[in-house]
């Protein structure tokens, strides 16, 4: 197993996916943190809009803002799995383990794992951009006691993600397709079941509402608490990690 | 690797197919596109799953083999990710085998690589992709080999280079070889046994020997000389079977040395006299016809229908 766990590795970094989407992500999360800093505390017609700088629900608020990078994650997960079947090395990679649930949990374990230090750099993306700029605006927050804990399970749920993307891989096996669909939920499907009072319900049982939960930003519907919501989302990617297993072992290779 | 058996029964494109591929021996699967070959070993391989049947490697199905990459190399088609390089790529499959990472520069020697193995497969052509698949298969210095249409897309020089590395692998270093082709002439020289397949079935299994003796005189002879009519009709007198056309003779069921003795009995002049198709691909024209999948009308055919 250890050995499969090493070959995923080396397909990762043979190719330049893994540096793009760690930029990526760092880009991103250093735009949204500046952004968000940068807004706290202005008003908005009047009305209160972010909480000031300083203020502990703005603390909170920002340094959950890696969050934002679990669409990439999600993304990293879904190309390491699909680039088998898109590039046919599925047939290779089959042929050298033919118990085929061992590559895919070799594929989870691997991801898993590289999601770590991809995260912590995230993390630290956010917390360096946050500190400085708040700080030069006033407050820098502490990185202790609730603010610790945000971006810890923030930091996990990046992880969980690839996960559910390596599942999700290999439910679905086309690469366009499993991205785009990822994609339209996280940003659609969603959005729109939070948004509906109807459906609003069913959001804390789904991903977003898992990963909302754990990390609350004090905007939130009705949510789990933190640790559901974390369990909750672990939950979802065993499934699709599971799903993907299974039919990953009764398919063809053509 | 001492045998190597397999069978199978009703699958959709390989109904009840049954063979054996003897140890130490170069065997040709041949069958015309579509007669599923490329399904047969996909399942002999373990990537598909067959209806009914059971393909073993000495006793033991492939998904139950310890080592598969020790034991059996495969090339199936070209597969890699086009942005990794050909070393990364094999160095990917050492990893997942428990292989020491310079065997793969040993293959890329063996095949001939050894100077493009940092440059990005995708920029490789046909004929170097097909030797990265042939290395890919060699990674594990297995006793067996399966290649699935092996010269697709090889230039004349590739294809040459390809007879004699099978020759090498198999004659010098006592492998076991089974390559498919829809080309008989394509893997003539090289193998020494034959399984051929039509429409999914088995349609003749043996030695090349075997085949040639059914063969010879099955073959058609082409004859140019300044005397066509007389020769023409000292053949048929013969009842050798002749046609004639611009002052060529093409002789039917017959071979060079047979035809050019007749020639010089009567003392006529040749201008040329060569074999026009072997009679071994008549025969195997004759095993696999009708049995395409698509089979397509002759362009002669189709101009009589307009």
């Not at chain 1, 708040?134 to 927050?141: L, Q, T």
């Not at chain 1, 079941?193 to 977003?208: D, L, N, V």
């Not at chain 2, 490697?57 to 050909?86: K, N």
């Amino acid at each position: 197993m250890i050995r499969l766990v090493r070959a995923e590795w080396t397909k990762l970094f043979t190719t330049r996916v893994w540096l793009g989407l760690l930029l990526g992500a760092c880009l991103m999360v250093a735009g949204f943190s500046a952004l968000l800093t940068g807004f706290a505390g202005s008003s908005q017609n009047g009305q209160p809009g972010l909480p000031p700088v300083g203020d502990p629900r703005f603390e909170q608020m920002a340094f959950a803002v890696s969050t934002n990078a679990s669409v990439l994650f999600l993304i990293l997960g879904i190309i390491g799995m699909t680039q088998e079947y898109r590039h046919r090395t599925a047939t290779p990679t089959f042929l050298t383990e033919p118990r085929r649930w061992r590559v895919v949990v070799a594929k989870l374990i691997a991801y898993a794992l590289v999601a770590i230090p991809f995260a912590l750099l995230v993390l630290a993306v956010n917390v360096l951009v946050v500190s400085v700029y708040a700080g030069a605006r006033g407050a820098a927050p502490s990185l202790s006691g609730d603010n610790l804990e945000v971006l810890a399970t923030s930091g996990l749920a990046l992880v969980i993600y690839a996960v559910i993307g390596v599942g999700i891989g290999a439910l679905l096996r086309n690469q366009v397709g499993a991205i785009v669909g990822g994609l339209v939920y996280l940003f659609v499907v969603e959005p729109v079941i939070r948004s509906i009072p109807a459906t609003s319900g069913a959001y804390k049982w789904m991903p977003g509402g898992g990963l909302e939960a754990m990390t609350a930003t004090f905007q939130g519907p009705d949510l789990l608490g933190a640790w559901e919501g974390g369990l909750l989302l672990v939950g979802y990617g065993l499934l699709a990690a599971l799903l993907g297993t299974l039919l990953a072992v009764r398919r063809d290779v053509v | 690797m001492r045998g190597l058996s397999k069978s199978f029964g009703q699958v959709r494109a390989v109904s009840d197919l049954s063979f054996t591929v003897e140890p130490g021996s170069v065997t040709g699967f041949l069958g015309p596109n579509g007669a599923g070959k490329t399904t047969t070993l996909r399942m002999v391989l373990g990537l598909m799953r067959p209806d009914a049947g059971t393909a073993t490697f000495d006793g033991a199905p492939y998904t139950a083999l310890a080592a598969p990459l020790r034991t059996v190399g495969a090339v199936l088609e070209t597969a890699f990710h086009p942005a990794r390089s050909g070393r990364n790529h094999l160095r990917v499959y050492c990893r997942a085998a428990g292989l020491p990472l310079s065997r793969a520069d040993d293959v890329l020697v063996q095949v001939g690589l050894a100077d493009a193995g940092s440059r990005r497969a995708g920029g490789y052509s046909l004929g170097m992709r097909q030797r990265l698949a042939l290395a890919t298969a060699l990674l594990g210095d297995p006793a067996v080999l399966v290649l699935d249409e092996p010269a697709n897309g090889l230039d004349p020089e590739g294809i040459q280079w390809l007879r004699g590395f099978l020759r090498h692998l198999a004659h010098d270093q006592g492998r076991t070889i089974l390559v498919s082709s829809h080309l008989l002439s394509e893997v003539e020289q090289t193998v020494d046994r034959v399984v051929i397949v039509g429409a999914g079935r088995l349609v003749r299994e043996g030695s090349m020997e075997q085949l040639r003796s059914g063969a010879d005189g099955a073959g058609t002879v082409l004859v140019r000389t300044p005397e066509v009519t007389r020769f023409a009709e000292l053949l048929r007198a013969q009842g050798v079977g002749v046609t004639t056309e611009d002052g060529t003779l093409t002789v039917a069921g017959s071979t060079p040395a047979e035809v050019g003795r007749r020639a010089f009995a009567a003392g006529i002049e040749l201008h040329e006299l060569r074999s026009h198709t072997s009679g071994l691909e008549e025969i195997y024209f004759q095993l696999t016809s009708g049995s395409e999948q698509f089979a397509a009308p002759s362009p002669v055919a189709q101009e009589a229908i307009r």
